[in-house]
Nanobody
Framework: QVQLVESGGGLVQPGGSLRLSCAASGFTFGSYAMSWYRQAPGKERYFVAGISDTGPTTKCAASVKGRFTIFRDNAKNTVYLQMNSLKPDDTAVYYC????????WGQGTQVTVSS
């Protein structure tokens, strides 16, 4: 079965960096696009970044463009989200998503940006 496990979240000061990881299993990882979403308390879940199956094509939400980078290692079945210049507004639970016939989500990892 499809499994997605996120890691790498934590508490960071404004201006800091974090790298999130999403380890995937249960499907042919290199054949599917992957994406990251986030959900702040009391708000809906929003798209953050996506990457094509082999990685040459990426897309980021306007709010994170220039600060966040999505990339993947198909040999490790892992997709990453490098987050730089973090702001308090980036505080949220970050989720990895795969669409393999239907939508699958990981359990999420908390990112808190605060001084």
């Amino acid at each position: 079965q499809v499994q997605l496990v996120e890691s790498g979240g934590g508490l960071v000061q404004p201006g800091g960096s974090l790298r999130l990881s999403c380890a995937a299993s249960g499907f042919t990882f290199g054949s599917y696009a992957m994406s990251w979403y986030r959900q702040a308390p009391g708000k809906e879940r929003y798209f953050v970044a996506g990457i094509s199956d082999t990685g040459p094509t990426t897309k980021c939400a306007a709010s994170v463009k220039g600060r966040f980078t999505i990339f993947r290692d198909n040999a490790k079945n892992t997709v990453y989200l490098q987050m730089n210049s973090l702001k308090p507004d980036d505080t949220a639970v970050y989720y990895c998503r795969a669409f393999v016939g239907s939508s699958y989500w990981g359990q999420g990892t908390q990112v808190t940006v605060s001084s």
